[in-house]
């Protein structure tokens, strides 16, 4: 089964601390590895994403880090700030019979207290 | 403004009622896909399309069905058949839907049953 397993399932940080969320996965046929943003009653947005053939991908303050033999990628937020408090998914998407299907981690609720 | 819009917020259902949950873009884009969203687990897929007059299965098909009669429509009917029909359902959509390329996300319906 094509499974993406995140952790932890929750994280409390305090301001300014940073924040890791980790995940992993078995299918090495994955391509693309997006993480999602997901704020309460809203639908997930595209955060940051990175390809295989990269080990590391930063835009600002997130960083995910790549690690293609242990099939492992994680996502770090320095600086976190009470506004990141939300739930984070990771993905792994892949081509198959001409469509990209995407597979989700389970989420993590983040919260970042002052 | 380019986006995805939902409706409604929220949808209440009554016993051996059928509901359709509405999902347009006017992004311009091709695919469009329905997830269901269950607490602590992560986006499952019901259906999919890439193209009008054409969608697919994905993994969680059971009780419901899709029509795209537009490219810019894709609604979704919860049908009696669906046993566990509470959950959050988020419309996405994107560029192609056969390459590596980002998902965008509505803002989502929760359906409650009576």
């Known amino acids: 089964q094509q499974q993406v397993k995140q952790s932890p399932q929750s994280l409390i940080v305090q301001k300014g601390g940073i924040s890791i969320i980790n995940c992993a996965y078995e299918n090495t046929a994955f391509d693309y590895f997006p993480w999602y943003q997901q704020f309460p009653g809203k639908g997930p947005a595209l955060l940051i994403a990175i390809r295989p053939d990269v080990s590391e991908k930063k835009e600002g303050r997130f960083t995910i880090s790549f690690n293609k033999s242990a099939k492992q990628f994680s996502l770090h937020i320095m600086d976190s700030q009470p506004g990141d408090s939300a739930t984070y998914f990771c993905a792994a998407s892949l081509t198959s019979g001409g469509y990209q299907k995407v597979t989700f981690g389970t989420g993590t609720k983040l919260q970042v207290i002052p | 403004d380019g986006g995805i819009t939902q409706s409604p917020k929220y949808l209440f259902r009554k016993e051996g009622q059928n509901v359709t949950l509405s999902c347009e873009q006017n992004l311009n884009h091709d695919a469009m896909y329905w997830y269901r969203q269950d607490p602590g687990q992560g986006l499952r897929l019901i259906y999919y399309s890439q193209i009008v007059n054409d969608f697919q299965k994905g993994d969680i098909a059971e009780g419901y069905s899709v029509s795209r009669e537009k490219k810019e429509s894709f609604p979704l009917t919860v049908t009696s058949a669906q046993k566990n029909p509470t959950a959050f359902y988020l419309c996405?959509?994107?560029?192609?839907?056969?390459?590596?390329?980002?998902?965008?996300f509505g803002p989502g319906t929760r359906l409650l049953v009576l």
């Open positions: 996405a959509s994107s560029i192609m839907g056969h390459v590596q390329e980002t998902q965008y």
